[in-house]
């Protein structure tokens, strides 16, 4: 089974990018179809006839420059997902948490004072 892997590794790692991409389809993150594309670079490496440190190194340095440089330009333009229990769009803050994540917890009308009062605990 080695002896074929090496002496076939541009399917091997064909092999390796279509599971990737597969599943990526479950996750929807492309963080794996960065790999899968990766993967692919390796592949195109070892049917030219590369060594496999070569293929090794180009399935890494793709995979990293996708990564870093492409995938959080594709993140952006993809639409928000929408709230699994109500289908309606979360809004966000700037650092990640949904807006009415700490206000549920909370007294209620607390919301309304904390506006009134303002952040230094003295009404204006």
């Known amino acids: 089974?080695?002896?074929?892997?090496?002496e076939h590794a541009w399917a091997s790692w064909l092999g390796a990018a279509v599971i990737l991409a597969a599943v990526e389809l479950l996750?929807?993150?492309?963080?794996?179809?960065?790999?899968?594309?990766?993967?692919l670079?390796?592949?195109?490496?070892?049917?030219?006839?590369?060594?496999?440190?070569?293929?090794?190194?180009?399935f890494a340095v793709v995979s990293l420059l996708l990564l870093l440089v492409v995938?959080?330009?594709?993140?952006?333009?993809?639409?928000?997902?929408?709230?699994?229990?109500?289908?309606?769009?979360q809004p966000r803050r700037p650092h990640g948490r949904r807006l009415g994540a700490r206000l549920r917890h909370q007294r209620p009308g607390?919301?309304?004072?904390?506006?009134?009062?303002?952040?230094s605990g003295s009404a204006r």
């Open 110 to 119: 607390a919301a309304r004072r904390r506006a009134v009062v303002g952040s």
């Open 41 to 58: 670079a390796a592949a195109l490496t070892a049917a030219l006839g590369g060594p496999a440190w070569l293929a090794i190194a180009v």
């Open 27 to 39: 996750s929807l993150d492309l963080v794996l179809l960065m790999f899968a594309i990766g993967a």
């Open 71 to 89: 995938r959080p330009s594709m993140v952006a333009k993809l639409p928000r997902r929408t709230h699994p229990r109500d289908g309606a769009q």
């Open 1 to 6: 089974m080695i002896d074929w892997i090496q």
